[in-house]
């Protein structure tokens, strides 16, 4: 479900006939009083939110939902003036997900609303799988052959950047930034010894890590 507060009847018609034509539910209120009553009976799944507003403006609504934590988390979009800088600071400053500049386009409304919307789905925890090893995110275990292998978090986020990127060769240095974090103070040497430690638990599955010689290492099947 989506709610669209914006007071231009017009233009709230033929976004809302945009939206269900595009396969969502929507609502459309001409100002807050009705958009609050709604909230009550129904939590959005993302709401486009008009800055000039009749009584309570825009910014003021935006505020009061990222100020509750039944609404916090909602994804918001604000329409805003299209010369309007200052609106559109303000909105992503007080919490707007993203922002429309009138007068926009349909499509580019709905390209918005389902990019907004990925970003803001929660990721399901994958099962990665590469020769025998399994990698269960949900759980933060690793098997070798259906048997559990116990792995310090640095080994287990190695094993994860290259079970993710089966095939894909990583340099020393961006292995060592990607695990260790840019602001890590060491060399690259590291890398090489929790490559090292890793392919020894694995047993005969860390054959499938393979060295590439002056680069760096990659997953295999």
């Known amino acids: 479900m989506i709610y669209y507060v914006e007071d ?11 939206l269900k034509a595009s396969g969502y539910e929507a609502r459309g209120f001409a100002d807050s009083r009705g958009f609050w009553e709604a909230l009550k009976e129904r939590t959005p799944d993302l709401i486009l939110l008009d800055i000039m507003l009749p009584g309570e403006d825009g910014i003021s609504i935006l505020k009061k939902l990222r100020s509750s934590p039944v609404t916090e988390e909602i994804p918001i979009i604000m329409a805003t003036a299209k010369d309007s800088e200052y609106d559109k600071v303000i909105g992503l400053d007080s919490g707007a997900d993203d922002y429309l500049a009138k007068p926009f386009g349909m499509m580019e409304m709905i ?20 020769g025998g090893i399994k990698l269960d995110e949900g759980r933060h275990v690793v098997t070798v052959n259906e048997k559990n292998v116990a792995i310090t978090l640095k080994e287990y986020e190695l094993l994860k950047l290259l079970m993710e990127n089966v095939g894909q060769v990583f340099t020393r240095e961006v292995l060592l930034s990607k695990v260790w974090g840019m602001d890590f103070i060491g060399e690259t040497r590291t890398v090489d010894v929790h490559i090292g430690t890793l392919r020894t638990k694995l047993a005969e599955c860390g054959k499938l890590i393979k ?8 997953m295999e099947e």
Do not use: F, N
């Open 8 to 18: 231009d009847s017009s233009i709230r018609d033929l976004m809302l006939y945009t």
């Open 111 to 130: 390209s918005r609303i389902k990019a907004v919307l990925r970003r803001s789905s929660p990721r399901q925890p994958e099962i990665l799988e590469c």
């Open 211 to 218: 060295t590439v010689r002056g680069v760096g290492y990659k």
